[in-house]
């Protein structure tokens, strides 16, 4: 199932609705006339048909019937309500993705019935800039064309990953809740420059694009972060006193603990 030709109904264009609608039209040869997003508030439709010129209504069993891909990005409260109501639009012949957090695809597949093609994704945040990370994982009736559908969808907004279903309460501890992580640091970082001096804004702009610029040098050049680092610590200099600096304060203990937190609670949210 490639995305050509293919209906998508987006139910839900919150943030992260918008986000892959925007990376989907950008990228994909899915045309505005083809795609049809739902809400509950008319505000969010207007904007969405303003800005996209995609079809909108509120009605999701009729979004339901006119696609062939469902991306369902509403809340995970309420699903339950959501699928009695749109249950019996679907057939074996409509792909339904979930980016719901901690709803598995056997949770989904209980709801839409069992022969429903279901894909799970787990996006974060970034993909609002097209920089997103994007676990994804098939539900039992899904096959390798669906999985392309789905692969074709998110690498829309950045990285696709395939995943085993037990290992997405950890994506949901290292990337689905990691910009959260990530903003402290810029934060800190900036904080740490105008204790030292610097005005806030030079101090956000150069804490910003070194998080940026040394994410880009580990993605372009393969290497291990530890090389990375390696070849920026002079003998004696400055990194390596604050490199030691910060392994007495526990940084890498700290990031670890934090991945491992976030996953078991997102384990115990989907109990
Ligand atoms: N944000 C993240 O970083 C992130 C990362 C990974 C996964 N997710 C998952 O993404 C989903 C959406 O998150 P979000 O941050 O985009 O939330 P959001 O901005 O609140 O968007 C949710 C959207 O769903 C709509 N909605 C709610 N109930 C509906 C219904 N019954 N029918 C039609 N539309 C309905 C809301 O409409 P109104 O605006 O009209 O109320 C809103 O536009 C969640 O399931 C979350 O677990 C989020």
């Known amino acids: 199932m490639t ?28 045309a ?45 409260q309420g699903i339950e309500d959501l699928a009695k109501e749109i249950q019996p639009a679907f057939d074996s012949e409509k792909l339904l993705i979930s980016i719901l957090a901690g709803r598995t695809t056997k949770n989904l597949e209980d709801m839409f019935g ?6 799970r994704a787990m996006p974060n945040i970034p993909s609002m800039v097209d920089e997103g990370a994007t676990a994804i994982c098939a539900g039992s009736y899904a096959t390798e064309e669906h999985q392309q559908a789905t692969r074709a ?8 990953v395939d995943v085993a279903e037990y290992q997405m309460d950890a994506v949901t501890g290292l990337s ?9 640091i810029i934060e800190a970082l900036t904080d740490g420059g105008v204790k030292m001096g610097l005005p806030r804004d030079t101090a956000i702009k150069l804490a910003t694009q070194t998080v940026l610029g040394s994410a880009k040098l580990v993605k372009e050049t393969g290497l291990h972060p ?25 940084l890498r203990p700290m990031l670890i603990s934090a991945v491992v937190t976030a996953t078991e609670k997102s384990k115990e949210l989907g109990d």
Do not use: W
């Not at 048909?49 to 509403?74: M, P, W």
């Not at 069992?114 to 894909?119: A, G, K, N, R, Y």
């Not at 689905?176 to 402290?184: F, K, N, T």
């Open 153 to 160: 969808i998110f690498s829309a907004v950045g990285e696709v």
């Open 176 to 184: 689905g809740s990691g910009p959260a992580y990530i903003y402290m």
């Open 226 to 250: 530890a090389i990375l680092r390696d070849q920026v610590t002079t003998p004696g200099g400055t990194a390596i006193a604050a490199i030691h600096d910060l392994e007495d304060h526990g």
């Open 3 to 30: 995305l050509s030709n293919k209906k998508l109904a987006i139910l839900g264009v919150g943030n992260m609705g918008n986000a892959l609608l925007k990376g989907i039209l950008k990228a994909s040869p899915v």
């Open 114 to 119: 069992t022969t429903t093609p279901i894909m």
């Open 32 to 76: 505005p006339k083809d795609v049809i997003v739902t809400a509950r508030s008319e505000a969010r439709l207007v904007a969405a048909r303003e800005e996209f010129g995609v079809g909108s209504t509120t009605n999701n069993t009729k979004a339901v019937e006119f696609a062939d891909i469902v991306l369902l990005c509403t809340k995970p």
